[in-house]
């Protein structure tokens, strides 16, 4: 079955620590995205990539960091930066073209040691 | 991005029908109505969505008023896997379309 796989499902990080936390998806997408979910909240945007070797911030890029070297993977970096990192991080893909629904993984929880 | 409201939360029986409605008064032209919902403990899932005219798919029907200031999901027969956090959103037609979710709407489905 075509998917996204966002692994870990759960993880942990001591303070200072920078954490890489996987997308992987096999729908053939051209687009994919990362997200952030705080309890109770909606989803924000971090970063999002359009084609391979190409990305672009969201709105709430500071602390995190992306690359896109394959079209199927998409890993977000949680570095020492980002000063509450605790959060529910959520990764979808999408053809690319407008109006085409996003496809979701479900999600990694990271939490802070 | 234009704006929706929609209530925090909402109750219903199990095989009733459930109306979700969504306001979105300053909705432009070219903005796209979409619905995702959320599960517990999982990712958003695609619902539906439209620009004017009435929509219907496997999982719901969405009812756009005839001047596209509010909208409707519509769930003909709830079942307690419908309990759900759903989310009206709005996309400018001639974009990629990055999502920006408010807080939804929290549907409990009551046996």
């Known amino acids: 079955d075509g998917g996204i796989t966002q692994s870990p499902k759960y993880l942990f990080r001591k303070e200072g620590q920078n954490v890489t936390l996987s997308c992987e998806q096999n729908?053939?997408?051209?687009?994919m995205y990362w997200y952030r979910q705080d309890p109770g909240q909606g989803l924000r945007l971090i970063y999002y990539s359009q084609i391979v070797n190409d990305f672009q911030k969201g709105d709430i890029a500071e602390g995190y960091s992306v690359s896109r070297e394959k079209k199927e993977s998409f890993p977000l970096t949680v570095t020492s930066a980002q000063k509450n990192p605790t959060a529910f991080y959520l990764c979808?893909?999408?053809?690319?073209?407008?109006?085409?629904?996003?496809?979701f993984g479900d999600g990694t929880r990271l939490s802070i040691l | 991005d234009a704006k929706t409201t929609q209530p925090n939360s909402m109750e219903s029986n199990e095989e009733e029908p459930v109306h979700l409605p969504c306001n979105h008064s300053t909705i432009s032209g070219t903005d796209y109505i979409h619905w995702y919902r959320q599960l517990p403990s999982q990712g958003p899932e695609y619902v539906i969505h439209?620009?004017?005219s009435n929509v219907n798919n496997r999982m719901a029907s969405l009812a756009i008023a005839e001047d596209r200031k509010s909208s409707t999901l519509i769930l003909h027969r709830a079942t307690l896997r419908d309990a759900a956090v759903y989310y009206c959103?709005?996309?400018?037609?001639?974009?990629?379309?990055?999502?920006?979710f408010g807080k939804g709407t929290k549907l409990s489905v009551k046996p």
């Open positions: 959103i709005l996309i400018y037609g001639g974009s990629q379309g990055n999502l920006i």
């Open positions: 979808a893909s999408s053809t690319g073209i407008p109006n085409q629904p996003q496809h």
């Open positions: 439209g620009l004017t």
């Open positions: 729908l053939n997408h051209d687009a």
